[in-house]
């Protein structure tokens, strides 16, 4: 039976036919479709695995090991800078012989696409000894999913399976096999073997696009090619085929690791001589580039590539509505930014990761280090600023699964250094950034069983934060209102952090109440066409019509929740929000004179 | 860029789009065809790609493809590449694509770098005329392209959220092996929700039949 899917189901399907007794895993691009791969091919299968998110890659790392420990076949699923989170144990941990399994899927993001920084796993995997794979194809992906499982048994070490965003998220058509009936043999070695001195060395994508690409300049029996498939460790025939080759060109994503693995100084061209770009995807087109030169380069003449440059010369007079990601109209995520912005439009935004760091275009996020780095960059601003002996105010904001990601321990830190910094919680009571997975306050489990809610509130609580208010964020005049008293709060003695929860569902989660909704005649009838809400909101529901200068609502997309009448200084409700901001101003001046008074 | 090897001789100029067919029968890697899918999210472009490639590989043909979505669900673009033939990879090179199925217009000009000297281009837009340059070089580079209201054409069935049905009936027009009418179809009665394939394919069947008329009025405007 044949099936069309992704390569994070490939890689789901060959890890349930080889076995797999236990999977966890973090959600994060391009990663996050693996473990719900699995639940459907246990379920398919009927199965007993247990599969579940965890609350971070380091515990799904540490709950495969355990598993694996004690002998099961056991797998763990991250993206590239979750297994940044996940290093003290994989460092600690591979040299401890198991009695089952363990693969350890890491999906690398070149470009970066969806991510802080490109990393590559190889390097990584290869600088520390650990078996890493690196699969061309979604079907590839599959068997070796399979294969790496078989092969951490039989070795009893963790095994490392990398993939990239081009592999996890290509569709092909993959076979599947009734459990453990699977043969797989490494798809590795001499894939052309060409008349002339040069080679390539290549493994991932990157192969594949390479082979298509010798094949379209007809240099298939030109150029021999290698193609690696286990990285680390490096098999000693590739060896042999750099010896052989005058020149040898290694095409990889996203680091310096077969190159290095290789190292035969002069005869090895790559990154480090300069022939492929030191950062970035290596695209069709860059890769075409890369083995023009290095064929011509080589005696090979082949015709470079040449952009027909009269195609952007016509586009210049079309103005491409350019489409950075935006917040989902009537986010309520808009509305907590909107609210902390006008709060206070000076103060300090640390951010975190998440759906939320677009709040940057609004000017409430000014730093996104990595998960958790919300609370942390509040906590280092504020001592920084203590030390100068005044307090500004700090402003930061992470979201629900962040928080239990990774914001408790900075956070408790930070209650017993009396840190005083405002914290908005921003609960929407989901992972949305990567797809909806549930978060441990869900009260739902990965394959969709009910289970125990942990309230963020109570541990709040139990942290013994004193100030603490949850809001709903469509309320933009009762959250000013309150960030103002959270700041009002931090000047008092005794204070630590203060912490808001600003809490709506997520709209891909579930629609707005029908209660909830405003007519939004008004705002298109009353507007004397100054464009601030543009400027300030930016709500996909709403664009600017330059001939009618005029605001005018997006039917298909306006979910009518009214925020962005805030956002407008001729509505009722802006000007309501105008007065409030005035309060604090006075009151901001009386203390400037008090203290010029000194 | 020269042509794809093993392409069948010419058929990559698509110009006599109702004589001109992939012949299928002179074997599997007879045909290799690389399409690009842009829209925005909520178009349905993952869906037609899908389409597309379920309804080659049931025909026996490899195809693969190469989605980017990134952000889709908050409004960005979306790109599905697909490669049906005899490849490798599923990605795209610059010039390189046959047939540019353009969901929203403005993705059309976005990945209009794609399409491939005398390439095929669909649409979706309420336009008549592209602009005078944009048409200068679509005729220079030997592109024949297509303007179809798909939004309007779903509207009138009442799917505003299928124009990338009207897009697929469209296309099918081309009948290109094996995208014919009737295998698309099969494919849609598969892959598309079943309370929701009766108006998917009367979508699909406005947007083929409008391909006819579109046809006739092409060819009145040569003469
Ligand atoms: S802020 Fe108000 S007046 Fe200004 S453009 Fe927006 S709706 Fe119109
Ligand atoms: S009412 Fe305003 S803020 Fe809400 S979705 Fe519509 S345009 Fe956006």
Redesign the pocket.
């Known amino acids: 039976m044949r099936e069309v899917m992704i390569g994070n189901f490939a890689i789901a399907r060959g890890l349930v036919e080889a076995g797999l007794e236990l999977a966890a895993a973090y959600p994060g691009t391009p990663s996050s479709e693996i473990l719900p791969g699995i639940i459907e091919f246990k379920n398919r299968e009927k199965l007993a695995i247990h599969a579940e998110w965890s609350t971070n890659e380091r515990c799904a790392l540490e709950v495969a090991f355990g598993g694996a420990l004690a002998g099961r076949k056991a797998a763990c699923m991250m993206k590239q800078v979750g297994l940044n989170v996940a290093f003290p144990p994989l460092l600690h941990g591979y040299a401890q012989p198991l009695k089952g399994g363990l693969v350890i899927v890491s999906c690398d993001d070149p470009g970066p696409q969806s991510s802080q920084t490109e990393q590559d796993t190889r390097l990584l995997a290869a600088h520390f000894g650990i078996p890493v794979f690196d699969p061309a194809s979604p079907g590839e992906a599959g068997d070796i999913a399979y294969y790496a499982m078989k092969y951490s048994c039989e070795h009893k070490v963790p095994v490392i399976v990398r993939s990239t965003h081009r592999v996890s998220h290509a569709r092909e058509s993959i076979e599947l096999f009734v459990p453990g009936s699977r043969k797989v043999k490494l798809d590795e070695g001499l894939k052309l073997k060409g008349k002339g001195r040069i080679g390539i060395v290549t493994s991932g994508m990157t192969c594949s696009i390479t082979m298509d690409i010798l094949d379209e300049l007809n240099l298939g029996d030109k150029i021999s090619l290698y193609k690696v498939s286990r990285v680390f460790p490096l098999g000693t025939e590739v060896i042999g085929f750099v010896n052989q080759q005058e020149k040898t060109l290694v095409l990889e994503e996203t680091d310096v690791t077969l190159e290095a693995l290789l190292d035969h100084g002069f005869k090895v061209l790559g990154r480090r001589s300069g022939h492929v770009p030191s950062a970035g995807e290596l695209t069709y087109d860059i890769v075409r580039d890369i083995i023009c030169r290095f064929a011509n380069d080589h005696g090979i003449s082949v015709p470079e590539f040449n952009a027909d440059t009269s195609i952007e010369d016509a586009l210049k007079e079309i103005q491409i509505a350019p489409r950075p990601p935006k917040l989902c109209a009537g986010c309520s995520h808009r509305a907590s930014f909107y609210a902390m912005k006008s709060a206070f439009p000076d103060a300090v935004f640390p951010g975190d990761i998440g759906c939320y760091t677009l709040g940057i275009s609004m000017g409430a996020v000014d730093t996104c280090l990595d998960m958790g780095g919300g609370v942390t960059f509040a906590s280092g601003f504020y001592d920084t600023f203590a030390q100068d002996g005044t307090l500004k105010p700090i402003l930061a904001s992470v979201g629900d699964s962040t928080f239990f990601h990774a914001c408790l321990t900075p956070l408790y830190d930070s209650v017993l250094k009396k840190r005083r910094f405002v914290l908005v919680i921003m609960d929407n009571s989901t992972t949305a950034m990567t797809g909806l997975q549930p978060t441990p306050q869900s009260g739902i489990s990965a394959d969709g069983t009910s289970t125990y809610s942990i309230k963020i509130e109570n541990i709040i609580k139990g942290f013994g934060i004193e100030f603490l208010r949850i809001v709903d964020p469509y309320d933009i005049p009762l959250l000013l209102r309150t960030i103002k008293e959270a700041y009002e709060y931090l000047e008092t003695e005794s204070a630590g952090p203060a912490v808001i929860i600003a809490r709506r569902e997520c709209l891909l989660f579930s629609k707005i109440r029908e209660e909830d909704t405003r007519d939004m005649a008004r ?2 009838a ?9 400027k300030t909101f930016d709500c996909p529901g ?1 664009y ?1 019509d330059e001939e009618k200068k ?2 005018c609502i997006d039917e298909g997309l306006c979910i009518r929740c009214g925020m ?1 009448y805030y ?5 009722d409700e ?1 000007k309501s929000l105008k007065e409030l901001k005035k309060v604090r101003n006075e009151k901001k001046r009386r203390e400037g004179r008090e203290d010029s008074k000194k | 860029m020269g042509d794809n090897k093993g392409e069948v001789e010419g058929a990559n100029n698509f110009y006599d789009i109702q004589h001109r067919k992939y012949d299928v029968r002179k074997g599997l890697f007879a045909m290799n065809l690389q399409i690009v899918c842009a829209g925005i999210g909520g178009r349905g472009v993952l869906l037609a790609s899908t389409i597309i490639i379920e309804t080659a590989i049931k025909a026996g043909l490899k195809a693969m493809a190469s989605d980017e979505y990134g952000m889709s669900q908050r409004g960005g673009s979306v790109v599905s590449l697909v490669k049906v033939g005899n490849f490798a990879s599923p990605l795209v090179g610059r010039e390189s694509a046959n047939i540019l199925l353009s969901f929203e217009e403005s993705e059309f000009y976005r990945n209009l770098p794609f399409l491939k000297t005398g390439g095929v281009t669909l649409v979706n837009t309420s336009r008549q005329l592209l602009s005078a340059n944009i048409e200068r070089l679509l005729k220079k580079r030997r592109v024949q392209y297509f303007l179809l209201d798909a939004d309007a054409i779903a509207m009138q069935k009442g799917m505003i959220q299928s124009s990338n049905m009207a897009m697929l009936g469209f296309f099918s027009a081309f009948d290109i092996t094996p995208f014919s009418c009737d295998n698309i179809k099969e494919t849609i009665r598969q892959k598309v929700k079943a309370r929701l394939v009766e108006k998917n394919l009367e979508v699909f069947q406005a947007g083929y039949e409008s391909a006819q008329s579109f046809q006739l009025s092409a060819d009145s405007k040569n003469q």
Request: aromatic share 4%.
């Open positions: 705002l298109v009353e507007c004397t066409g100054c464009k601030i809400c543009i709403s600017f005029k605001i962005c956002a407008c200084p001729t509505s802006g």
